[in-house]
């Protein structure tokens, strides 16, 4: 008789110091790490819960990866990326790659529950569909304030043409036309 043991580390701080700490409801293990007394499970069943596979997308957005691509190649959905946007309030550092966008997409992203505020969290972000590249993101409340902050992240940007859907707080905002 023989024991094959696997040393799992913890994905959130890459610790040893892992110990089970009972089941999940669907009932996998659950595990817990002593260093960052962060919970995880060994396997996950929905790929995006994955801590490590969350460390994927972002550092993969960070680097302009096509969105269609961080789907394809790590299997999770567009609703999975775009949450990871908004946990990360505003720390995630985008820089668009390019000087000069034809057409940009503002869409905006309703439904997740941002970790600090209860409630709803709003995420509004810059998306070029020809690139598939997420050119600058904003979260927080539905407000002026929001694109304001958003429209900061595109300063240095040529964008001849912005496509939204109406509503207020863009038209209050957003150039009217091309900004030159
Ligand atoms: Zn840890």
């Known amino acids: ?27 996998s293990q659950n595990l817990l790490c002593r260093n960052c007394q962060k919970q995880f499970q060994p396997i996950y069943r929905y790929r995006g819960a994955d801590p490590t596979t969350k460390r994927l997308i972002r550092r993969l957005l960070e680097r302009n990866n096509g969105v269609r691509d961080i789907e394809k190649l790590l299997e999770v959905s567009r609703k999975c990326v775009l949450s990871n946007l ?17 057409s940009v997409q503002i869409d905006e992203v309703w439904s997740f529950v941002g970790k600090r ?8 972000y810059a998306y070029c569909p020809q690139t598939d590249e997420v050119l600058a993101y ?18 240095g940007v040529e964008i001849e043409q912005y496509c ?17």
Not at 86 to 93: H, I, S, T, Y
Not at 117 to 124: D, I, P
Not at 138 to 154: D, E, H, P, W, Y
Not at 170 to 178: E, H, K, N, T, W
């Open 1 to 27: 008789m023989f024991e094959v043991q696997i040393k799992i580390n913890c994905p959130h701080c890459q610790s040893s110091k892992v110990v089970k700490n009972g089941k999940k409801k669907n009932g």
């Open 86 to 102: 908004c946990r990360q309030g505003n720390a995630l550092k985008i820089q668009p790659t390019q000087k000069h966008y034809r």
């Open 117 to 124: 505020k209860k409630g709803k969290y709003w995420l509004l």
């Open 138 to 155: 904003s979260c927080g409340g539905r407000s002026a304030k929001t694109v304001r902050q958003l429209l900061k992240k595109l300063k």
């Open 164 to 180: 939204t859907d109406h509503w207020k707080a863009f038209a209050q905002v957003i150039p009217r036309q091309s900004t030159r």
